[in-house]
């Protein structure tokens, strides 16, 4: 792999920064694309500042891309296609931009060193699978609605213990608060699991968990 500081030539094309080291880069502000397979088994080694000049970022853009980056997803984006980030292990982070409305399916497939991830608001569709093998979460922060997607969308995992603590408590309360029906006994003591588990990071749940908590001491509900 060669060690090089590279600034794009224009226009950019497929694989053009393939198996190449990046030190450095800025996207051209007279394109509207991403194309496909263009930092393809790459390295990168500084942030990735995509500017509102591109509309689409097309599948593949980052698939199998490495290293050790943030990159900021740009406003003027509505949709996240299929594969866009397949296996890309160079982002620990990601902020869904607002207007993001679709994140397809297998959109962040095997991004294995990705620990965080932020989606802003409520009208946005997510797809299953669309984090499939993210198996390194450790911290999702979105609406309640989306992490009740979110809870399918995780559902693949091999065992429930993969799947981040906060998500599973947020996802089937959601549904409980939602539908006002009552914890079986073992959906009892998965919950009562899960607090326990949880520990010093209750304090990122919100206000209607800790009434459910609370509800659960009242009535005895708590269970050895």
Same mark, same amino acid.
């Given at each position: 792999?060669s ?19 990046l030190?450095t ?8 694309t991403?194309?496909? +397979?263009? %930092? ?7 942030d990735?500042i &995509? =500017?509102? @000049?591109? !509309?689409?970022? #097309?599948p *593949?853009a980052?698939?199998d ?17 299929? +594969?866009? %980030? ?8 990601i902020? &869904? =931009?607002? @207007?993001? !409305?679709?994140i #397809?399916? *297998?959109a ?10 932020y989606i802003?608001h ?6 299953? +699978?669309s %984090?499939?093998?993210?198996?390194n979460?450790?911290?999702v922060?979105?609406p309640? @609605? ?20 906060e ?16 914890l ?5 003591k ?6 326990l588990?949880?520990g010093?990071?209750l ?6 968990i800790?009434?459910?908590?609370l509800?659960?001491?009242?009535f ?5």
């Amino acid at each position: 792999m060669s060690n090089t500081t590279l600034r794009p030539l224009r226009p950019l094309r497929p694989y053009m920064f393939q198996n190449k080291k990046l030190l450095t880069f800025r996207f051209p502000t007279n394109i509207d694309t991403i194309c496909a +397979y263009i %930092f393809e088994y790459s390295k990168v080694y500084c942030d990735l500042i &995509i =500017p509102n @000049n591109i !509309k689409q970022i #097309n599948p *593949y853009a980052f698939k199998d891309m490495g290293g050790n980056c943030q990159i900021r997803l740009p406003s003027s984006i509505t949709e996240l296609n299929p +594969y866009t %980030f397949l296996r890309c292990t160079a982002i620990k982070t990601i902020r &869904i =931009p607002l @207007n993001v !409305k679709i994140i #397809n399916c *297998y959109a962040f497939e095997d991004c294995s060193y990705l620990e965080e991830l932020y989606i802003p608001h409520h009208q946005i569709e997510v797809f299953n +699978y669309s %984090f499939k093998g993210c198996n390194n979460l450790k911290r999702v922060l979105a609406p309640d @609605n989306v992490i009740s997607v979110l809870g399918g969308v995780f559902s693949y995992y091999k065992k429930m213990s993969e799947v981040p603590l906060e998500m599973r408590l947020r996802t089937y309360l959601f549904w409980k608060i939602k539908y006002h029906h009552s914890l079986c006994i073992s959906e009892e003591k998965e919950f009562i699991h899960l607090v326990l588990l949880c520990g010093e990071r209750l304090d990122i749940l919100p206000t209607e968990i800790w009434i459910l908590i609370l509800e659960f001491i009242e009535f005895g509900n708590i269970m050895e």
